[in-house]
């Protein structure tokens, strides 16, 4: 098969064996049956690979969805999620525990630092710092520290931490490094790169791209020991280490928690991931047209997207990313009280929340997804009152640039 993104994607499925589907089949079967009560009891034990009981668990058609994830991260499996909340749910709930110690970002998605909240209530002390220096998160290491868990690109200030740094660390000190690796996607960045355990991708985002499948999914890389990982479930330590983590993953993110993709959904993602490559190159190139239009209006107070030579991690994103953007910008207005008026002039970017639709999409980040937080906490994680988060569609640069200047005129 070729190295070439695009042309892996489009051949990563079918034809169909049996009737020549170029698509893989939907599965819709919750039961699966066999006709020796011996095989169920395998599959069951765990002793049968790639074979399935019940649909809570995964279908053929996840799994199909689960394989092609797994080769664009270059990982060893992939368990897929109904959402990426619920992946990045998985990952926190079955491998901490009431005790444990995980250091962060300042500057995550304002649902996963929700979720922290969460943890902190169930007993995991939760540390957050300036991921952008590897010595702060040196500094925050304790005795009881599992996981350091970052984002390759925070959404919505773009700040990009040192993946680099942090991994050797992890490394160094036999942590679990995890990597939300949705802004960015594996066409722009394998987080195994750097060393991370385990990869998140919420397949809602990057991977679907038409706004109309929820799916989240956990990549093990293969880089973490899981053989002196405190909390893996002592039925689950027999056979090959390196399939440990996963498998407690499925069993308690899955069987007993329930974040179940549905055949459905996984086939709408396993399309949608086809033209990835083509929608993230028209997206990045027309977002760096519309982001530096942006930083010369008067208007604007500032315009954070890596691909701007001002943005602070200018030269990470050029290395790590191979010169390429992303969906996700953001902007500041000079006038906070000109953020819904300007908003509602705008035609043709969408007031809906969501990152890598086929349309730009537009949001005022303070009084939505960073509401909760209250306005002290927003200043702590250095989001503005007068911010804007866009997810640049596949609109032509010149319509968009022309739509923000009327509106901010």
């Known amino acids: 098969m070729s190295?070439?993104?695009?042309?892996?994607?489009?051949?990563?499925?079918?034809?169909?064996?049996?009737?020549?589907?170029?698509?893989?089949?939907?599965?819709?079967?919750?039961?699966?049956?066999?006709?020796?009560?011996?095989?169920?009891?395998?599959?069951?034990?765990?002793?049968?690979?790639?074979?399935?009981?019940?649909?809570?668990?995964?279908?053929?058609?996840?799994?199909?969805?689960?394989?092609?994830v797994t080769e664009l991260e270059g990982g060893i499996g992939t368990v897929s999620f109904a959402t990426g909340m619920a992946a990045l749910s998985a990952i926190f709930l079955t491998l901490l525990k009431a005790g444990d110690h995980l250091i962060t970002s300042s500057r995550v998605f304002g649902n996963t630092n929700s979720f922290f909240g969460t943890l902190q209530d169930l007993g995991v002390a939760v540390t957050k710092v300036d991921a952008g220096n590897v010595a702060a998160v040196e500094a925050a290491l304790r005795p009881e520290t599992r996981m350091v868990f970052v984002e390759t690109i925070a959404n919505p200030s773009t700040r990009i931490p040192d993946l680099a740094g942090i991994g050797a660390l992890c490394q160094a000190r036999g942590l679990l490094y995890v990597v939300d690796n949705t802004v960015t996607s594996p066409a722009l960045l394998q987080p195994?790169?750097?060393?991370?355990?385990?990869?998140?991708?919420?397949l809602t985002k990057t991977l679907s791209g038409h706004g109309e499948a929820l799916g989240g999914a956990v990549t093990d890389t293969g880089c973490f020991d899981w053989s002196g990982?405190?909390?893996?479930?002592?039925?689950?330590?027999?056979?090959?280490?390196?399939g440990w983590g996963l498998q407690q993953i499925r069993k308690k993110g899955?069987?007993?928690?329930?974040?179940?993709?549905?055949?459905?959904?996984?086939?709408?993602?396993?399309?949608?991931?086809?033209?990835?490559?083509?929608?993230?190159?028209?997206?990045?190139?027309?977002?760096?047209?519309?982001?530096?239009?942006?930083?010369?209006?008067?208007?604007?107070?500032?315009?954070h997207y890596p691909m701007l030579e001002s943005h602070p991690e200018h030269a990470r994103a050029r290395d790590w990313f191979g010169g390429c953007g992303s969906w996700m910008m953001a902007f500041e207005l000079r006038d906070p009280e000109q953020l819904v008026p300007v908003i509602?002039?705008?035609?043709?970017?969408?007031?809906?929340?969501?990152?890598?639709d086929t349309r730009t999409l537009i949001i005022p980040v303070a009084p939505t997804i960073f509401w909760e937080m209250g306005r002290a906490g927003r200043e702590a994680m250095g989001i503005a009152e007068g911010l804007v988060r866009l997810s640049v569609g596949l609109e032509s640069a010149s319509d968009l640039i022309a739509d923000f200047d009327q509106a901010l005129g």
Not at 46 to 63: I, L
Not at 192 to 202: E, H, T
Not at 344 to 356: E, I, V
């Open 3 to 68: 190295d070439d993104l695009s042309t892996r994607l489009v051949h990563a499925t079918g034809p169909e064996p049996q009737f020549g589907g170029v698509h893989a089949p939907i599965h819709p079967s919750v039961q699966y049956a066999y006709g020796d009560v011996q095989d169920l009891i395998a599959v069951f034990q765990g002793k049968a690979k790639g074979a399935f009981n019940y649909a809570r668990q995964g279908t053929p058609t996840t799994a199909a969805l689960e394989g092609l």
């Open 192 to 202: 195994k790169r750097f060393g991370a355990g385990l990869v998140m991708n919420s």
């Open 229 to 242: 990982y405190p909390n893996i479930f002592s039925g689950y330590r027999s056979g090959d280490p390196r």
């Open 254 to 303: 899955l069987r007993d928690m329930g974040g179940t993709l549905s055949s459905e959904a996984a086939h709408r993602i396993l399309v949608g991931a086809e033209t990835l490559p083509l929608r993230l190159a028209r997206s990045s190139d027309t977002a760096l047209a519309l982001a530096r239009h942006l930083e010369k209006h008067p208007a604007i107070a500032a315009v």
């Open 344 to 356: 509602n002039r705008l035609r043709l970017p969408l007031k809906a929340t969501g990152l890598a």
